[in-house]
């Protein structure tokens, strides 16, 4: 159980295009999503939590309007990079916490992660 | 404010032979503790965690670690590599201040294991 599922895993753009990466919880319901970046060699950098039904919030220094974060279910949330540039380029991560009663309601079960390279 | 520090960047071991990454961490309250693993390319799976209940916390894949308060340490041990265990790892604290905000996990730098055969 706890399985988290991204999609793509791995995507390339053209600079200045827009790219979405969905974040779904297969097989429970995640009140809370996080969406991290991590550059090579490096540990991971959250950039934004997410609750269903309400705005993300974001890290300090995290574009609002860069990266678009919706959670319209319990168990999807799409991050949305828009004007996509080279620096942009990284390894992006979601993770879900179920965030009810249960065994690990307060446990955060990650995704694959996505590869963007962008051009 | 809490913190984790992942005290080797890097730690090559030989197969067969025991394995240590060292992680201290630093907490006002009663922290989460866990050790996630990452294969190149992949994203994370955990290995094991504390949350205050026995000290010495058994995980997947013969790990284990022991919360030591009085150290702030949590290090993670395995009596003997496998090549398999080559990896990036993860130290990382759950801030339980914040818990209810969404209970943020705060990160260390990352240890890389080398497994030589």
């Known amino acids: 159980g706890a399985v988290v599922s991204q999609h793509p895993s791995w995507v390339i753009c053209k600079s200045g295009t827009s790219v979405k990466i969905e974040c779904r919880s297969l097989d429970f319901q995640a009140t809370t999503m996080f969406w991290y970046r991590q550059f090579p060699k490096q540990s991971l950098m959250l950039m934004a939590t997410s609750n269903e039904g309400s705005k993300a919030t974001y890290e300090q220094g995290v574009e609002k309007d860069k990266f678009l974060i919706n959670h319209a279910s319990l168990t999807l949330s799409t991050l949305t990079v828009t004007s996509a540039h080279p620096e942009d380029s990284s390894f992006y991560i979601c993770s879900a916490r179920p965030g009810t009663s249960g065994r690990n309601y307060n446990e955060q079960f990650f995704g694959p992660g996505t590869r963007l390279t962008v051009l | 404010a809490q913190s984790v520090t992942q005290l080797d960047s890097h730690v090559s071991v030989s197969e067969g032979t025991p394995v240590l990454l060292r992680c201290n961490y630093s907490?006002?309250?009663?922290?989460?503790l866990f050790w996630y693993v990452q294969h190149p390319n992949k994203g994370l799976q955990l290995l094991l965690k504390y949350t205050s209940a026995a000290t010495l916390v058994k995980g997947i894949n013969g790990f284990e670690a022991e919360f030591k308060k009085s150290e702030t340490s949590f290090h993670l041990t395995k009596p003997s590599a496998h090549m398999s265990d080559a990896a990036e790892y993860f130290c990382v604290v759950s801030d339980p201040k914040i818990y209810n905000q969404g209970g943020k996990l705060i990160f260390g730098q990352g240890t890389e294991l080398s497994v030589k055969p």
């Open positions: 907490s006002s309250y009663s922290p989460s």
